[in-house]
């Protein structure tokens, strides 16, 4: 079968891999679509070192049930899903004390790293069991790829607790940064403001109406209207979607004292920290990676029942064969792209 496979620093190349064939237990799957993910840009962008090359990425995908393995209510023909970075159970002790990574029941990611999973920029790929999910009647492709990259904001929006009467502060206008800013408006924050440097990204959160206010990254006075923009007070919540040092400490300028700051952006390399302004606003930093298998659930619910819309974020589609092209074009801070799916051929 034909696969994507990273090959060097910025470099896919299709090569002619095994089919998967199950073992009786894992489910195989027919890709169809798959979106391709920020994280996977990092493993791109990688692609020469031993953790990344090698690697079939595709870890947010609709496709047919192949070979239903050891799912007996599955059968050969189903549009399914796959919950593909399983942090924990959700349900398990460690779990339950948000300690995901020390979850007995907890299934390596797919599509991550050269040793992980192989992931869905293939033509089949293969899934535990446990980690299957029937795509719901009425769910496009498109909507069941995107449940992965939404149940992140998802339950860091949750765990923060945002609600009524919440000032909250995103920075990064991406998919992430998008998905949370929509999400605290959904668990009704009162103000939901921006800061983007990509005019294109930050715009069309403001025309979706996913916030209320946009600041323009590069304005020298940022922090000043930021803090105006809250009556002089600064945030309640500040959600850090870029993975960069200087919105990570703008962040805690333009927050109140003993506010909450997400920090879900991602950065291979180290970032400055400004120890001092944490210090004076007692700033409560916590860190987010994934989700627990009952949020994706939820969030699957949530869109099947069109009670929450991923549909705003879909940019176009794309094959296998010109991945390196769409990755530079993504890549690209100007880029006008959010979310690009690849397409299979269909039969
Ligand atoms: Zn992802
Ligand atoms: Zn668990």
């Not at 047919?64 to 050891?70: E, F, H, R, S, T």
């Not at 189903?78 to 919950?83: N, Q």
């Not at 860091?156 to 502060?169: N, P």
């Not at 589609?317 to 792209?337: A, G, Q």
């Amino acid at each position: 079968m034909k696969a994507a496979v990273v090959a060097g620093a910025k470099n896919i190349e299709v090569q002619d891999i095994k089919k998967p064939v199950s073992d009786g237990k894992n489910v195989i799957i027919k890709t169809q679509t798959v979106g391709i993910c920020g994280g996977d840009i990092h493993v791109w962008e990688l692609g020469d070192t031993p953790t990344y090359k090698g690697t079939i990425m595709g870890h947010e995908h609709a496709g047919v049930v192949v070979d239903p393995g050891a799912r007996t209510d599955l059968k050969a023909g189903d549009r399914v899903t796959t919950i593909p970075v399983s942090v924990g159970c959700g349900v398990c002790p460690a779990c339950l004390e948000h300690r995901f990574d020390e979850c007995p029941n907890r299934i390596s990611g797919m599509g991550l790293s050269a040793a992980g999973l192989p992931g869905s920029y293939a033509e089949y790929f293969e899934a535990d069991p446990s980690l299957v999910r029937k795509i719901p009647d009425g769910m496009t492709n498109e909507e069941a790829a995107m449940i992965e990259p939404c149940a992140t904001p998802y339950s860091v929006v949750q765990d923060l607790g945002i609600k009524r009467g919440d000032k909250v502060l995103v920075f990064g206008g991406g998919i992430i940064g998008s998905f949370s800013a929509q999400w605290s408006k959904y668990f009704g924050a009162d103000y939901v403001a921006m800061v983007e440097v990509n005019e294109f990204r930050g715009k069309k959160n403001l025309d979706d109406g996913n916030i209320d206010e946009l600041f323009d990254g590069k304005d020298p006075e940022l922090l000043k209207k930021l803090l105006k923009a809250t009556g002089g007070k600064g945030f309640d919540y500040v959600l850090e979607c870029t993975g960069h040092g200087e919105p990570l400490n703008m962040a805690m300028m333009a927050s109140r004292m003993y506010a909450r700051i997400a920090i879900i952006g991602v950065s291979v390399k180290p970032v400055p920290f400004n120890n001092i302004v944490a210090l004076f606003k007692r700033a409560r930093l916590q860190a987010y990676l994934g989700y627990t298998n009952a949020q994706f659930d939820e969030v699957m619910n949530l869109i099947a029942a069109k009670k929450f819309d991923v549909s705003r974020h879909y940019s176009g589609d794309c094959s296998l064969e010109n991945l390196n092209t769409v990755f530079e074009e993504l890549h690209s801070p100007t880029s006008h792209k959010v979310k690009m799916m690849i397409q299979f051929p269909r039969d």
